[in-house]
């Protein structure tokens, strides 16, 4: 259970940055759930490189997205020549960085940083889940979670 806190509340500094670009919509809002009511993380499906829908967590304690070790196997993304480093509840960590594209509702990023996760202790906890949205991805819109309406929205100030 300490490594699933380490990943959900790690601050994770990138060793190489990649500005992300921003194309296409600069607002929208798209159905967002909660895991569980023990763990009320927020999920929104995601498209990464253009394929999906997978399920993705919004973490705004993290600073770089993350995609689990089987979605960045399954799309095949090419390794960075240098890793992220990290440090969490867990203590610290290295682990294996891309680059993506990653589009939520009518927003896409591209050359997004992402850390690879074995999400399967996060998994195991609330369900599966694909990856998390971080600080590097979400720190381009105004966000709103509307939990009642179960709807997250992303709009470019």
């Known amino acids: 259970m300490r490594s699933f806190t380490a990943l959900l ?16 919509a600069t607002s929208t809002c798209v159905p967002a759930q909660l895991a569980s009511a023990a763990y009320p993380l927020v999920l929104v499906k995601a498209r990464v490189n253009g394929q999906g829908p997978f399920t ?34 867990g203590g610290r960590f290295s682990t ?14 591209e050359r997004v940083l992402v850390a690879t996760f074995d999400l399967s202790q996060i998994n195991g906890a609330v369900g599966a889940m694909d990856g998390g949205l971080g600080y590097n991805f979400l720190k381009a819109y ?8 179960r709807e997250l929205c992303l709009e470019a100030p």
Do not use: E, K, N
């Open 96 to 109: 294996r960085a891309s680059v993506a594209t990653i589009s939520i509702g009518g927003v896409t990023q």
């Open 9 to 24: 509340t790690a601050a994770v500094f990138a060793c190489c940055a990649v500005p992300p670009a921003a194309r296409a």
């Open 56 to 89: 993705f967590f919004v973490d705004t304690g993290a600073t770089v997205s993350i995609v689990s070790a089987s979605l960045a196997r399954r799309l095949h993304l090419a390794p960075l020549p240098a890793s992220v480093q990290g440090i969490g509840a």
């Open 142 to 149: 105004r966000m709103t979670v509307d939990y009642p309406g």
